[in-house]
């Protein structure tokens, strides 16, 4: 199969490595030196997400914000220019529900399949093909790539009509927000306490504290290695349209909006492309 990707930043490159092992991958991304890897493992370059679009049945995509979502697909170079009839496009970006759907939408006037399938796991779940796939958009569609996402996940589920895929990923974001909150605090008043933190996280990431956050993200804080699983500002752009969809259900979720100004905070002491485990630098000037 020729299968396109378009995003090939720190999840995208290793989950092109694991579509090279079995299918054809032709590739854009904005910066073509960031590529340069995967073009020497036999990943296929082309110069528009347009030019790709004209040679692959499937595409995948993976960008970093909802307006280059919208424009990688409906832009004078995008995606649905040059898709043939019958193309599956999946849009693997964590981005906003209702861009989701109007995708949909204006895919099925032109008789493209559009699903919309954000991913959790970070780079590790990238690298290991473990990530968790959040899908929405025609339940047969799916049905018919499983085979291909099952090449870099291991915990697929489809949640329903277009957008669910997105809805599901920000009930996945508000927990981590929450929870690496927790784990910052915790580590915080260890160290202050004079505990040894390591024992720390050996007794508590075992029992009903237990969390992904606090067994892989925690024991990179105590090495000091801040460096992106995912970005804090990607985060950052998660949380808010998160924040956003709750206020239009009417849902008060003081929870989120703390880790939102959390993060927001870590931006400010510039973090801003650290991993989201960098928050515990919020914390360190009361050690």
Known sequence: ??????????????IVRHLLEEHSVHIYTRTKHKAEELIIQGAVW?????????????????????????????????????????????DLTTSKPELAAALFEEGQQRKIHMIDAPVS??????KNGTLSIMAGGEEEVFNG???????????IVYHGKAGSGQHTKMSN???????MMGVCE????????????EKVLASISQGAAGSW????LAPRILKGDYEPGFYIHHFIKDLKIALE?????????????????SYEQAQTIGLSEKGTQALYKVYEDQL
């Open 213 to 216: 956050s606090l067994s892989h």
């Open 173 to 179: 974001q508000i927990v981590i927000g929450s929870t």
């Open 245 to 261: 969809e709750s206020k239009k259900m009417g849902l008060s979720l003081p929870g989120l909006e703390l880790a939102l100004k």
């Open 46 to 90: 082309e110069e528009t997400p347009s030019a790709l679009a004209a040679s692959c049945e499937l595409i995948f995509t993976m960008v970093g914000y909802p307006e280059d979502v919208d424009q990688v697909y409906t832009g004078e170079s995008g995606i649905f220019h040059t898709a043939a009839e019958g193309t599956v496009c999946v």
């Open 121 to 126: 796991g970070g780079d590790t779940g990238a």
């Open 145 to 155: 790539v499983l085979p291909v996402l099952e090449l870099f996940g291991s915990n």
């Open 186 to 197: 915790a580590l915080t008043y260890a160290v202050k306490s004079g505990l040894d933190p």
């Open 1 to 14: 199969m020729k299968i396109g990707f378009i995003g090939t930043g720190v999840m995208g490159k290793s």
